[in-house]
Structures are given as C-alpha cells and as structure tokens.
C-alpha cells in the first residue's frame, strides 16, 4: 500500500524534477502541501498531486489548442 503523503524528494522522482522545482511550485501555492513535524518538513497528499497533474494536462491541452503547430515547427 503506497502511502497518503510524500516528502517533496519523491514527488520530484515522479514528476522527474529536481527538488528544488517542487519545493518552488509548493512555496508558489502551485501545488497544494503541508508542513509537519518540529521541522516543518514538506509533504504532498498524493490525491492532491494527482490533481495537480491532470490541471497541467488540462492547461497543456488548451495551450496546445491555442498554439497550433507551424508548418516551421515539424520540420527536421
């Protein structure tokens, strides 16, 4: 059974980010966490990381829909 919350180091491993890029999108409120413990460690529920994942298809998706490709974007 996976468990409920990550530290930011595995939610870098499943987005394939460094760390640092995750601790910003928490710090920018782009995705949702908490702060625990006597150290204020970091975690990520994972529903809500899910969640932050399907937004960026979504956005990605409309951005893709508002930016078609030019005939100069497919050539090698």
Known sequence: MSSRFLP???VADELNVTESQVYH???????????IGG?????V????LEEFIERKYAETAAWV????????????
């Open 39 to 43: 150290r204020g460690q970091w975690r």
């Open 25 to 35: 999108l928490v710090r920018s409120g782009d995705l949702a966490a908490i702060k």
């Open 8 to 10: 930011l180091a595995d």
């Open 45 to 48: 529920e994972r529903a809500k």
């Open 65 to 76: 829909a508002e930016n078609p490709l030019l005939a100069r974007d497919t050539a090698d």
